[in-house]
């Protein structure tokens, strides 16, 4: 069956420039999660959906970071003007929601370049 | 605060040795362990993962890790390498009982020399 997927693959963009990025999960799957890894800070958490819970945001680097899940499926971070720390890979993944303990299934990611 | 520590940034092995990529966690109660592999331009699999039972945990490509609470450690074995496996590994630990939220360590690079 089809894994999480990600648009776009590449992302180049000016500094201050606003950005989405997609994130289509496994069908099925309840829990949606970001993260992002870049150079010298490894893989960090960003945020995470649950069913229609309120997100855990506690991973938003800045008020510039939002994102949403249109009908607890698809889903869109977007960065408010953009900066150059801002470049790095952003990565979804999503899991069945049952357990904590469940297998989070990753996407290959954006690569966001801000110049 | 949970937090995860991989001691090695880089690892060198001969193919057909043995392997151990290591991992430390700290987290106050019993921890949801994970490792994943991130293959050149692939996205994160997931190796194994321990939360509960039997400490030494099987995992897919030959890989089994041990989950030793008195050292807060969960390192991660092969024993014979094979060239495929040049990549680079996450230690994670999950963030709590009531999240599924994953702490990642920095990552081993593992290079393979034939």
């Known amino acids: 069956g089809a894994g999480v997927s990600q648009s776009p693959s590449n992302k180049v963009t000016e500094k201050g420039k606003d950005v989405e990025l997609r994130c289509d999960p496994i069908?099925?799957?309840?829990?949606l999660y970001w993260y992002r890894q870049s150079l010298g800070q490894g893989l960090e958490f960003l945020i995470y959906?649950?069913?229609?819970?309120?997100?855990?945001k506690s991973g938003l680097p800045s008020d510039r970071f939002s994102a949403e899940r249109t009908g607890g499926s698809v889903s869109t971070l977007t960065i408010q003007r953009t900066q150059q720390e801002d470049s790095a890979v952003y990565l979804c993944?999503?899991?069945?929601?049952?357990?904590?303990?469940?297998?989070?299934?990753f996407g290959p990611g954006t690569r966001l370049t801000v110049l | 605060a949970q937090s995860v520590t991989q001691p090695d940034i880089h690892i060198t092995v001969s193919e057909g040795a043995s392997l151990e990529l290591r991992c430390n966690y700290s987290y106050g109660a019993t921890p949801y362990l994970f490792w994943y592999v991130q293959s050149p331009g692939q996205g994160l699999q997931l190796l194994l993962k321990?939360?509960?039972?039997?400490?030494l945990v099987q995992g897919i490509k030959g890989f089994e890790a041990e989950f030793k609470r008195s050292q807060s450690s969960f390192n991660l074995r092969k024993p014979s390498v094979h060239w495929s496996d040049a990549a680079e590994y996450f230690c994670?630990?999950?963030?709590?009982?009531?999240?599924?939220?994953?702490?990642f360590g920095q990552g081993t690079t593992l290079q393979v020399k034939p």
């Open positions: 321990y939360f509960s039972g039997d400490t």
């Open positions: 993944a999503s899991s069945p929601g049952l357990v904590n303990t469940d297998t989070q299934y």
């Open positions: 959906f649950q069913g229609n819970s309120a997100p855990d």
């Open positions: 994670a630990v999950g963030a709590g009982s009531n999240t599924g939220k994953l702490i």
């Open positions: 069908s099925g799957h309840t829990a």
